[in-house]
């Protein structure tokens, strides 16, 4: 069995390095993929029900920058703009949401547990801990039962394909 291949390098996606197989993990992994965030961007929760209500503060802010007031988990787009297949195996694919620095300075808490702007222990934001503090909230990165679905229909259309180009060995 071949090791995983990371297919983002250096910001741009590499393919030109995988077998059929890891090929085909990547057709199947990116349609798992495009099915989560069609479900995280229509506010939907991990059990394809309506997500989590925002916070009284944070849904009147959303409203009036006109993003409306549903956990879609897309206000800037920069966290679910970096979510992306990252590496892929014969059986497997990951995605990851990227290391980006996000745009927005935020209050973060730090090693001495105190919120800080100012100070040595200041960092940047990045697009992971924003996908880690959802995930807290709500699991968002998970497979519903309708993603599953998806999933598994694809898997289906591969394997159908794949069937159709074997050579059959017959008497000739």
Same mark, same amino acid.
């Given at each position: 069995? !071949? &090791?995983?291949?990371?297919?983002?390098?250096? %910001?741009? =996606?590499?393919?030109?390095?995988?077998?059929? /197989?890891? *090929?085909?993990?990547?057709?199947?992994?990116?349609?798992?993929?495009?099915?989560?965030?069609?479900?995280?961007?229509? !506010? &939907?929760?991990?059990?394809?029900?309506?997500? %989590?209500? =925002?916070?009284?503060?944070?849904?009147?802010? /959303?409203? *009036?920058?006109?993003?409306?007031?549903?956990?879609?988990?897309?206000?800037?787009?920069?966290?679910?703009?970096?979510?992306?297949?990252?590496?892929?195996?014969?059986?497997?694919?990951?995605?990851?949401?990227?290391?980006?620095?996000?745009?927005?300075?935020?209050?973060?808490?730090?090693?001495?547990?105190?919120?800080?702007?100012?100070?040595?222990?200041?960092?940047?934001?990045?697009?992971?801990?924003?996908?880690?503090?959802?995930?807290?909230?709500?699991?968002?990165?998970?497979?519903?039962?309708?993603?599953?679905?998806?999933?598994?229909?694809?898997?289906?259309?591969?394997?159908?394909?794949?069937?159709?180009?074997?050579?059959?060995?017959?008497?000739?």
């Amino acid at each position: 069995m !071949a &090791q995983s291949v990371r297919i983002w390098q250096k %910001k741009q =996606l590499r393919l030109d390095t995988l077998t059929f /197989k890891q *090929r085909d993990m990547v057709t199947i992994g990116s349609t798992g993929l495009l099915s989560v965030f069609k479900r995280v961007s229509a !506010a &939907q929760g991990p059990n394809d029900g309506p997500a %989590k209500p =925002l916070s009284p503060y944070y849904a009147r802010y /959303k409203s *009036r920058m006109r993003k409306g007031n549903r956990r879609s988990l897309w206000f800037t787009g920069q966290m679910l703009g970096s979510l992306k297949l990252r590496t892929v195996s014969e059986n497997r694919a990951y995605s990851a949401v990227g290391e980006t620095i996000r745009t927005e300075k935020r209050l973060i808490k730090t090693t001495d547990k105190k919120w800080t702007r100012k100070g040595k222990f200041e960092r940047f934001l990045t697009n992971k801990d924003v996908a880690r503090a959802n995930q807290k909230r709500e699991p968002w990165l998970t497979f519903s039962p309708i993603n599953r679905q998806a999933v598994i229909a694809k898997a289906r259309e591969v394997l159908i394909s794949i069937k159709n180009q074997l050579v059959h060995g017959g008497g000739i």
